[in-house]
């Protein structure tokens, strides 16, 4: 019997709150399934499962914020027989909003619980149902449970809050929190600079080589199929990095582990402050007109607040571009365990010798920001002058 456990979504993240389940017992999940929704610093993140099979036991109800590693679900793989149905123990939860959770009684029904206040002894409440019927001040004695022997349980609550009510919640849950993502960028970024001893470089390249194949390439599509130049930019880094594995991966427990994939991180501006660097997978292997159609998808989603967990968690280098507010060159703060960051500003007239004549060329600056650990400043010159020569020739990439 396999157990889903809460993932970790960075090296920031401690604990989630689960606001969704997709899925119920008896259901069969395969492999990249979503399968639950999970509230983070980061926004509200798809949770997608890998161990196919059939889902034999929801652990945790919903509303509840739990540390990375708990166990949320039960999954019996394909043949497997089934087990009875036993109380299971339940990670302890961490307070939300200041509403302190109860010790769990000695031994645990289905659904951790406390007596109503008031009511009959042997009626039960879970925790998530309890804590929606304080926030709307509902009166549990008068709420007929349907869970296991009479427990009162979210579905119950919800039921008697009526739609408008439980539907106005869940859009309160699902919503970025700008300040708390802020909280968990500081301190990402407070530990990337106390830990990784950087370095940076900045490389100057010459794109009317992409702007002209790019104008040549546009022409003939309809505007919501266009190519932009970003998408040359991170198919570049990416094809780079296959070429230069040191900086494509992770250092951990005090070695180096490169990546055999690679899944562009792209730095990704929310409005109203806020940022994330979710991974466009496998980049170095995606036809450019797929890489753009993934692009737009996930600066819609994670502008929505709404990505996948793998999005999250499996950047292996990060891309970032500036160029778009008019800023030249950008040296950024490498995002941990990650070992390297590629910056683009913006492409500026600039005169240029080529054919042994001055001539005025789209010029952009490639900075990179590399961990010291692992590179040193001769390797990062050769991986910033592969992407600049891949960049000089658009029709191969």
Same mark, same amino acid.
């Given at each position: 019997?396999a ?89 302890? @939860?961490? $307070? ?26 042997? $009626? ?43 539907? @106005?919640?869940?859009?309160r ?12 960028i ?109 692009l ?50 913006k ?6 010798? @080529? ?5 005025p ?16 400043g ?13 960049l ?6």
């Open positions: 019997m157990e889903f456990r809460m993932p970790s979504l960075g090296a920031d993240m401690e604990a989630g709150t689960l606001i969704e389940w997709l899925v119920k017992p008896g259901d069969k999940v395969k492999r990249g399934d979503i399968v639950a929704v999970v509230e983070t610093q980061k926004g509200a993140i798809e949770i997608e499962i890998y161990e196919p099979g059939q889902v034999e036991e929801i652990l945790v109800p919903l509303k509840t914020k739990v540390p990375v590693g708990t166990p949320l679900a039960r999954i019996r793989s394909e043949g497997e027989a089934a087990v009875p149905a036993q109380a299971a123990p339940i990670a302890p @939860a961490i $307070t939300i909003a200041g509403v302190p959770e109860a010790a769990p009684p000695a031994a645990q029904p289905p659904f951790p619980s406390l007596a109503v206040p008031g009511g009959p002894a042997e $009626t039960r409440v879970s925790p998530a149902a309890r804590r929606l019927a304080q926030m709307h001040g509902l009166d549990l004695s008068a709420v007929r449970g349907s869970g296991p022997g009479g427990a009162i349980v979210l579905a119950d609550v919800e039921r008697s809050l009526g739609a408008p009510v439980v539907q @106005a919640e869940q859009k849950a699902i919503g970025l929190d700008l300040d708390a993502m802020r909280v968990a500081a301190a990402a970024m407070a530990r990337s600079k106390r830990e990784i001893p950087h370095y940076y470089l900045q490389h100057q390249v010459d794109v009317t080589p992409c702007e002209k194949w790019l104008e040549k390439a546009n022409a003939v599509r309809p505007p919501s199929e266009r190519l932009l130049m970003g998408a040359l930019a991170i198919k570049s880094v990416a094809l780079a990095a296959r070429r230069f594995p040191a900086f494509n991966g992770f250092y951990q427990g005090g070695r180096y582990e490169p990546s055999a994939a690679i899944h562009t991180g792209v730095a990704i501006a929310i409005r109203g402050g806020g940022l994330a660097a979710p991974a466009l997978r496998d980049a170095d292997n995606l036809p450019l007109d797929e890489l753009m159609s993934r737009r998808d996930l600066v819609q989603r994670t502008r929505a607040g709404r990505l996948r967990s793998s999005e999250i968690a499996d950047s292996t280098i990060t891309v970032s571009s500036l160029g778009e507010r008019g800023v030249e060159a950008l040296y950024g703060i490498i995002y941990p365990p990650q070992v390297a960051l590629v910056g683009f500003g492409a500026v007239q600039r005169p240029w010798v @080529a054919d042994g004549a001055v001539v060329r789209s010029v952009v600056t490639i900075t990179l920001s590399a961990d010291h650990r692992v590179s040193d001769h390797a990062g010159a050769l991986f910033l002058s592969e992407i600049g020569r891949l000089e020739e658009p029709d191969k990439l």
